[in-house]
């Protein structure tokens, strides 16, 4: 079996079984509202996601794996949460022509195979302390420059989520736009659109299905290289260890082959701590 193909496996099976969630779990009500508060993106729970992405089929059958740590605070402020989130992603690239997008984050062309720090993002969702059926979500976006592997712009935007979880669904949307306002002048514009739904339904015993693909339209390209669009899902699982619960879960997107993408498909492994 191929080297890359065991070592994905065996993560696969380790995330199904590991993912601690935040101290505030104690407040759920049996395993599947655990679950859906897992899944609540600004929910009021502190909580460090570690997500592992390989991306297969870019230029000259090259690849690029992706290391991301997710890590969430939120704080109060009056009757309002602010859902603190950052990106902050290492990457390990191969030679591929021009720059890629690649949902959460994107990398720069490279003539060798290289790694490093990608663009370090900020995310601050303002939402109701007491959410209703309707939960949303309103804030900035703050992508940070970096002399790693990203963009050599500083850049900035609006997000907006909107989701409600009703039965043994987790149904949402999230949406944002970033506009480069300073940096280095040989880089290109940054003026990118990403939107995210999420789709998860619970099972019994902590399983769950998952599907949260990352479409994006980068309108400095060209008509008919803007839109990249995969689809696909995964699933999860969520099991408790005493008053510790540990959720993993794993998925796959692949590219449409009538939609441009970077990669011809993708895996995600997700771990919550």
């Not at 506009?179 to 739904?197: L, M, T």
């Not at 540990?246 to 492994?269: L, N």
Request: proline share 6%; glycine share 10%.
């Amino acid at each position: 079996m191929n080297k890359k193909w065991l070592i994905l496996i065996v993560f696969a099976v380790f995330v199904c079984i590991a993912q601690p969630a935040a101290a505030q779990e104690e407040q759920a009500t049996g395993q599947e509202d655990l679950a859906k508060k897992s899944q609540n993106p600004v929910g009021n729970m502190i909580s460090v996601p570690i997500e592992y992405c390989h991306y297969d089929g870019m230029d000259n059958d090259g690849s690029a794996d992706a290391l991301i740590v997710k890590p969430v605070y939120p704080t109060r402020i009056g009757n309002m949460n602010l859902i603190n989130r950052f990106i902050i992603p290492y990457l390990g690239i191969d030679a591929h022509d021009g720059d890629q997008d690649l949902g959460d984050i994107s990398i720069p062309g490279s003539t060798s195979r290289e790694s490093g720090l990608g663009n370090i993002q900020y995310q601050g969702f303002f939402t109701a302390a007491e959410p209703g059926k309707i939960i949303w979500g309103l804030g900035p976006e703050l992508p940070t420059n970096t002399s790693g592997l990203g963009s050599d712009k500083w850049s900035a935007g609006p997000a907006a989520l909107i989701m409600t979880m009703p039965g043994k669904w987790v149904v949402g949307a999230l949406a944002q736009n970033m506009w480069s306002f300073a940096g280095s002048s040989s880089d290109p514009d940054v003026n990118k659109f990403a939107f995210q739904y999420f789709l998860n339904y619970n099972l019994s015993n902590g399983w769950y299905l998952t599907s949260s693909p990352i479409m994006t339209a980068d309108w400095e390209k060209p008509s008919g290289e803007k839109w990249t669009i995969p689809v696909g899902g995964g699933f999860g699982k969520l099991v408790r260890f005493g008053k510790q619960s540990v959720d993993g879960k794993v998925g796959v997107v692949r590219k449409h082959r009538s939609w441009r993408a970077p990669y011809s498909w993708t895996i995600h492994d997700i771990i919550q701590i």
